[in-house]
């Protein structure tokens, strides 16, 4: 009697162990559809949606993609993924209204729509990239998984929505940072008036990292480089920069021209030639160098990506942003 209760007992357990195995094994299987089904509730919707060739430039090699992947790749290279929700989803917008804008005027010429290098169009990794970037950067597994769907979801929430200006596409640039205001771009540029593109007031987080910069310029390299960018400065010398000084503002209060001697250099031309984070500056004379004191990171014109972002923390939607930034628009959905 008893060895038989024994063992009844035993498979009796046996039993338990396997229904308990077979449980979780179940649960497990559930936990992996619904992951499933959360990332096809981003992808799925928009495959095949209109094929776009993008040019990389690195290889020279145009790559033929779904608008939606690519601009699911512009929007981490452009912003950080760790935005506020509605300042990732006005950046989607923002990118794909600039990259039809940009296929409307043949930018690319014959053989592409567009490329990869920010200078030129907008900055784009693919999604294994972008994953190895953020690897990089020290986001731990869960990060990325949710910057993933950070990204995915603006994406596909805004899908199809760009914005137009008297019904036109308008030119959607895009900067970093612009404490206080943002600049018209009839200020730069070559002084093309765009009615949405003014400038406007703007609010940002003041712990942001490149809020403030300083670049230091010995008087040697900066007439080098002076000369380099135009022959005819030919005459330019090094005691010239003693007497360097701003003479002309936009605007927005950034700087438009200083001089140097007998010459007038425009501030925009200065920054892409001394890697300036923006036209707001001071300078300071020193023995032997030149000190630009720089608030803000980018050319200032349209939206202001830590700009949307305070905004979007403070409870504005995606579209009120954009219309914040560029002036009179409206934010449509393409048919």
């Known amino acids: 009697?008893?060895?038989?209760?024994?063992?009844?007992?035993?498979?009796?357990?046996?039993?338990?162990?396997?229904?308990?195995?077979?449980?979780?094994?179940?649960?497990?299987?559930?936990?992996?559809?619904?992951?499933?089904?959360?990332?096809?509730?981003?992808?799925?919707?928009?495959?095949?949606?209109?094929?776009?060739?993008?040019?990389l430039c690195d290889t020279g090699e145009v790559v033929a993609m779904d608008i939606n992947d690519y601009l699911r790749g512009v929007l981490p290279?452009?912003?950080?993924?760790?935005?506020?929700?509605?300042?990732?989803?006005?950046?989607?917008i923002v990118a794909r209204t600039y990259t039809y804008k940009r296929i409307e005027a043949h930018a690319e010429g014959e053989d592409?729509?567009?490329?990869?290098?920010?200078?030129?169009?907008?900055?784009f990794y693919n999604k294994e990239q972008i994953l190895k970037i953020w690897e990089r950067k020290g986001?731990?597994?869960?990060?990325?998984?949710?910057?993933?769907?950070?990204?995915?979801?603006?994406?596909?929430?805004?899908k199809d929505q760009?914005?137009?200006?008297?019904?036109?596409?308008?030119?959607a640039f895009f900067h970093a940072s612009s404490p206080e205001r943002t600049e018209s771009v009839s200020q730069i540029w070559g002084g093309e008036n765009l009615p949405y593109l003014v400038s406007v007031e703007n609010q940002e987080a003041e712990d942001?990292?490149?809020?403030?910069?300083?670049?230091?310029?010995?008087?040697?390299?900066?007439?080098?480089?002076?000369?380099?960018n135009d022959s005819s400065r030919s005459a330019l010398v090094e005691s010239d920069c003693k007497d360097v000084h701003i003479c002309d503002y936009t605007t927005s209060g950034r700087v438009k021209n200083i001089e140097v001697g007998s010459y007038k250099i425009s501030a925009e031309k200065l920054r892409t030639m001394f890697s300036l984070r923006s036209t707001n500056f001071t300078i300071e004379l020193k023995e032997n160098s030149i000190v630009f004191h720089v608030i803000g990171n980018g050319h200032g014109v349209g939206l202001s990506q830590v700009g949307a972002d305070f905004y979007a923390k403070s409870g504005m939607k995606c579209e009120d942003i954009i219309k914040h930034y560029y002036t009179g628009v409206d934010v449509v959905t393409l048919p």
Not at 29 to 42: A, D, S
Not at 77 to 92: H, R, W
């Open 112 to 123: 592409a729509d567009i490329c990869d290098n920010y200078a030129h169009c907008q900055a």
């Open 77 to 92: 290279a452009e912003m950080p993924p760790y935005y506020d929700i509605e300042a990732l989803k006005a950046q989607a």
């Open 162 to 171: 760009v914005i137009l200006y008297d019904n036109q596409l308008i030119k």
């Open 1 to 55: 009697m008893y060895p038989f209760m024994c063992i009844l007992v035993i498979l009796t357990c046996i039993l338990f162990v396997i229904n308990l195995l077979k449980d979780k094994v179940e649960e497990k299987k559930e936990e992996k559809l619904e992951e499933k089904e959360e990332e096809e509730e981003y992808i799925i919707d928009y495959k095949a949606d209109e094929t776009i060739r993008v040019r």
């Open 208 to 228: 942001y990292a490149n809020r403030t910069s300083t670049v230091e310029v010995s008087f040697t390299d900066f007439v080098t480089k002076l000369k380099e």
């Open 139 to 158: 986001y731990d597994e869960e990060q990325r998984k949710e910057y993933w769907k950070n990204v995915n979801k603006a994406v596909v929430s805004t």
